[in-house]
């Protein structure tokens, strides 16, 4: 078998695997007039927890009580992340938002670097932040609050990738299962009080499960595959084009009309993020649940 047929099928499954994530965060959306961005979130976690716990089974893992901080770390930044993710989807198109979340790790991947050819994927990235910012007289600018809590969601995300590094090398594979725990913990709670007993109808339990098998179990499932089936910097390039395919699934699913402007930022973010993956000799952005 040549290289390039024995690519494909990991490629075919990380790009099932990224619209898989981005389907759910549109069908997610449709839960926010019932029980908002906190309670839908809780649910997502919650049911993602059990069906991660049931297929893992990480109780028959020995836990090393040393690594517990970055295990806790992890879970927090993780749950940080989907609740400021959700909450941005409130007032901002799914395709910016995700964009704006993708700033977090590419500036973990550069921060370190003294490299010149990193500064022209800086200056991509904050030419596409610019691109973002509000006109005056504009009728299609974005929500500062929105944007806000999409970059929160970013800097999150930064903080899982060096928390769940930390804690993979102590729990394996089952540290996205202790980690999703732990991000329940966090947000069932704010989720139930903003939205009482609501948050345990029945009514919700399919579009809230649908939620949760496609935005973590399968697609967390491909693209672990995919990982272990394709070099580094293949893997992380083509995670670079989760923007674009959030953004044509909100146009598909939400109706989300994005301006050229809004476009272009997209583009340069995600060339920024082309770029820095391309370039970079470090580890590629691990899968990630939101």
């Known amino acids: 078998m040549s290289r390039s047929s024995a690519l494909f099928l990991p490629i075919a499954l990380l790009l099932i695997a990224m619209v898989s994530i981005q389907s759910g965060a549109s069908l997610a959306k449709g839960l926010f007039p019932l029980v908002g961005a906190e309670g839908t979130t809780a649910l997502r976690l919650s049911l993602g927890a059990l069906i991660l716990c049931l297929v893992m089974r990480p109780w028959r893992t020995r836990a090393n ?11 927090l930044s993780l749950g940080a992340m989907n609740l400021m993710f959700y909450m941005s989807l409130k007032t901002i198109p799914l395709g910016i938002a ?34 973002l910012l509000p006109e005056s007289g504009s009728t299609g600018h974005l929500d500062p609050l929105g944007m806000a809590l999409a970059l929160g969601a970013g800097v999150c995300w930064a903080l899982y990738i060096v928390f769940g590094q930390k804690a993979g090398a102590e729990h394996g594979a089952q540290t996205v299962a202790f980690g999703t725990i732990v991000a329940a913990l966090l947000v069932f709670p704010i989720g139930l009080w903003q939205n009482g007993s609501a948050l345990f109808s029945l009514d919700l339990l399919p579009i809230a499960l649908g939620v949760a098998v496609m935005s973590s179990a399968l697609p967390y499932s491909l693209e672990m595959f995919a990982l272990t089936r394709m070099p580094a910097r293949t893997f992380s390039i083509l995670m670079s084009m989760e923007p674009a395919i959030a953004a044509l699934t909100g146009l598909l699913f939400l109706s989300e009309r994005l301006t050229g402007n809004q476009w272009l930022a997209i583009g340069a973010i995600i060339l920024a993020s082309v770029g820095a993956a391309a370039t970079s000799k470090g580890k590629p952005v691990p899968p990630v649940e939101h």
């Open 65 to 75: 009580v040393s690594a517990w901080p970055s295990l806790l770390g992890y879970g």
């Open 98 to 131: 995700v964009a704006l979340e993708f700033t977090g790790p590419l500036a973990l991947a550069l921060f370190a670097s003294r490299r010149l050819l990193d500064f022209v994927w800086i200056a991509l990235a904050v030419f596409g932040l610019w691109l």
